[in-house]
């Protein structure tokens, strides 16, 4: 079964602010967006977060807002960060903050409250897809506890159980769920524990931005 694959908030951990997107929207994709807050000249509006990085984000909006404005986000209640927009195309605008905000803390439920599942978090890394006897070498471009996504030359089969092996995890038992292009959608068989996800994340950004060796 080729399941319609969901296009949800995507955040990243790099510093550096959303760049305008390459392509326009595929209407194939089934929106769940998260809802930000932006305060423009002391008015407040709401907009569409598509993606969300330690240095900015970049957010489809319902108002015209030029290049340069300076704006505040609010993307926890009570708590907003500052920036000015970018670039604009369309009804989609860049922002970048004034300082970098620690993306991890913001998207992790608070030790007292809910434990929701994470939303999809940025890679740019090798996963191994096992598929019976078939090994395949693809790239991950996102990972939430509940499953990943690949990008992958060789075809993998809708609906077929895999272990996917990503660099310091144990192999992880999993299903394709669909596919767009060389785009897959792998649901894990059982949620990652969410303790073990911000720690393979943080170890993962720990080692982007260790300094390289001479």
């Given at each position: 079964?080729?399941?319609?694959?969901?296009?949800?908030?995507?955040?990243?951990?790099?510093?550096?602010?959303?760049?305008?997107?390459?392509?326009?929207?595929?209407?194939?994709?089934?929106?769940?967006?998260?809802?930000?807050?932006?305060?423009?000249?002391?008015?407040?509006?709401?907009?569409?977060?598509?993606?969300?990085?330690?240095?900015?984000?970049?957010?489809?909006?319902?108002?015209?807002?030029?290049?340069?404005?300076?704006?505040?986000?609010?993307?926890?209640?009570?708590?907003?960060v500052s920036g000015h927009v970018q670039w604009t195309e369309d009804a989609l605008i860049g922002i970048a903050f004034e300082n970098p905000i620690d993306v991890l803390s913001l998207i992790a439920p608070a030790d007292d409250g809910p434990r929701p599942r994470m939303p999809r978090i940025a890679l740019d890394c090798t996963v191994w897809v096992r598929e019976g006897a078939a090994v395949r070498r693809t790239k991950a471009v996102n990972i939430s506890q509940g499953g990943l996504g690949v990008e992958s030359a060789g075809e993998l089969s809708i609906g077929a159980e895999v272990i996917v092996s990503l660099p310091d995890l144990a192999p992880i038992k999993a299903m394709v769920k669909w596919r767009h292009g060389e785009s897959y959608g792998i649901a894990f068989n059982h949620v990652l524990a969410l303790s073990d996800l911000v720690g393979w994340l943080q170890a993962q950004q720990a080692q982007e931005r260790r300094p390289a060796a001479d």
């Open positions: 079964m080729n399941e319609q694959p969901v296009d949800t908030t995507l955040y990243s951990l790099t510093d550096a602010p959303p760049s305008p997107p390459e392509r326009r929207d595929d209407e194939r994709f089934v929106r769940l967006l998260r809802v930000g807050t932006l305060i423009v000249e002391g008015r407040r509006e709401l907009c569409l977060i598509r993606n969300l990085s330690a240095g900015g984000m970049m957010i489809r909006a319902y108002s015209t807002i030029p290049a340069g404005t300076s704006l505040a986000v609010e993307l926890k209640h009570g708590e907003s």
